[in-house]
Nanobody
Framework: QVQLVESGGGLVQPGGSLRLSCAAS????????IAWFRQAPGKERERVSC????????SYADSVKGRFTMSRDDAKKTVYLEMDSLKPEDTAVYYC???????????????WGQGTQVTVSS
């Protein structure tokens, strides 16, 4: 049974930092594409970043490039999202996702965590 459990969300002031974690279980972690998505109230869901162990690539949305860093520890089956220079527009529920299919892992992943709220406000 695939499980993804996010943690690390919270309230932070603009310009601050947060690190999200996603603990995975129930599947062969290193074979899966792992991504972070976010959704703000009234806005469409947005892919924040996506990591593929198969070729070692990590991609980022233009809106977070240079501020967010995604990393994965395959041995610990954990993924991290380091978020720096946070802006109010980064406020959203952040989801960790997983999928083994190359064509879907970064676009329409099958497995989702429950999400963690990130609020950037003074």
């Amino acid at each position: 049974q695939v499980q993804l459990v996010e943690s690390g969300g919270g309230l932070v002031q603009p310009g601050g930092s947060l690190r999200l974690s996603c603990a995975a279980s129930g599947f062969t972690f290193h074979n899966y594409i792992i991504a972070w998505f976010r959704q703000a109230p009234g806005k469409e869901r947005e892919r924040v970043s996506c990591s593929r162990s198969s070729d070692g690539t990590t991609s980022y949305a233009d809106s977070v490039k240079g501020r967010f860093t995604m990393s994965r520890d395959d041995a610990k089956k954990t993924v991290y999202l380091e978020m720096d220079s946070l802006k109010p527009e980064d406020t959203a529920v952040y989801y960790c996702t997983a999928d083994w299919r190359l064509g879907y892992g970064c676009t329409r992943p099958e497995y989702w965590g429950q999400g963690t709220q990130v609020t950037v406000s003074s």
